[in-house]
């Protein structure tokens, strides 16, 4: 087992990603992964089904002899956002890149398996997408809040992880059996709502009323999803809206940050 394990990931992460951006294949187009590591055993994973009221799986439950999970974020380009920010239903852009970008951390996934099998290193793979409970609509394996407990960021008021990169691009995750140095999250809250603001610009943006400041309706969402599902049959199942996501303070940067230094005691 390599002593580098978080050395070699975020490697490969990074790497496979930008030979997808210079192959032609994809339309679609990223900015730097994000990854971040945690420890299988850490005690956030056990309140995993009390956050999403489900029997959500736990790393042990993928993978016996899970030490690591491992979880990236692919942040889109400013101008696949662009693209979806005005109008009640998804963009052909936004569409496009949700199909191809869960194809990508399929593939991407696939790869680190053939690269830490070299190493010994057994692994469980994830689908990027429609991982849920199709009674309660709450996925069985949370890549959000995963990444959540990997440090990569908090959550904003429409339920989106916002990272340092914001909020608009995919999330993956893998489980491991190789001891990785677990992340440290940014230790406050990257939503401007939730860190003394007013912002809300989410709850605004939802052309369903699914999002509101105090509540969220799945079904109401997700019915909407099922109704776009259809507008972009040929591209393939984009279950998508995004509207949320797009033209607000957390797209692509992580709104807080500022807020937060001025708030940190002077060291």
């Not at 109008?87 to 398996?113: C, D, F, M, V």
């Not at 914001?166 to 491991?176: D, E, H």
Request: net charge positive; aromatic share 8%.
């Amino acid at each position: 087992m390599p002593p580098f394990a978080n050395e070699l990931i975020i490697r490969e992460i990074v790497s496979f990603v930008e030979k997808a951006r210079a192959s032609g294949s994809f339309l679609t187009r990223w900015h730097e992964p994000l990854v971040g590591f945690a420890d299988a055993s850490d005690a956030l994973f056990g309140r995993l089904r009390e956050w999403t009221g489900t029997a959500h799986f736990l790393p042990h439950d993928l993978l016996p002899g899970a030490r690591s999970v491992t979880a990236y974020f692919l942040p889109f380009e400013k101008g696949v956002s662009l693209s979806n920010r005005a109008g009640k239903y998804p963009s052909s852009q936004w569409a496009r890149a949700y199909i191809e970008t869960n194809a990508l951390i399929t593939s991407l996934n696939a790869h680190l398996t053939g690269i830490l099998r070299r190493y010994g290193i057994s692994t469980a793979e994830i689908p990027p997408t429609r991982n849920f409970d199709h009674q309660s609509l709450v996925s069985l394996w949370s890549h959000r809040h995963v990444a959540y407990i990997a440090g990569l960021g908090t959550f904003g008021a429409n339920n989106m992880l916002i990272t340092e990169r914001g909020c608009c691009g995919r999330l993956g995750s893998l489980v491991i059996t190789a001891e990785c140095k677990p992340s440290s999250g940014p230790g406050y809250e990257l939503c401007l709502s939730k860190n003394g603001g007013s912002c809300l610009a989410c709850v605004r943006k939802c052309p369903s009323g699914a999002l509101q400041e105090h509540s969220f309706d799945r079904r109401r969402c997700y019915s909407i999803l099922m109704k776009n599902a259809g507008l972009y049959e040929k591209l393939g199942l984009a279950d998508v809206c995004g509207k949320c996501l797009c033209n607000v303070p957390c797209s692509h940067t992580n709104p807080a940050g500022e807020r937060a230094l001025s708030q940190r005691p002077d060291e």
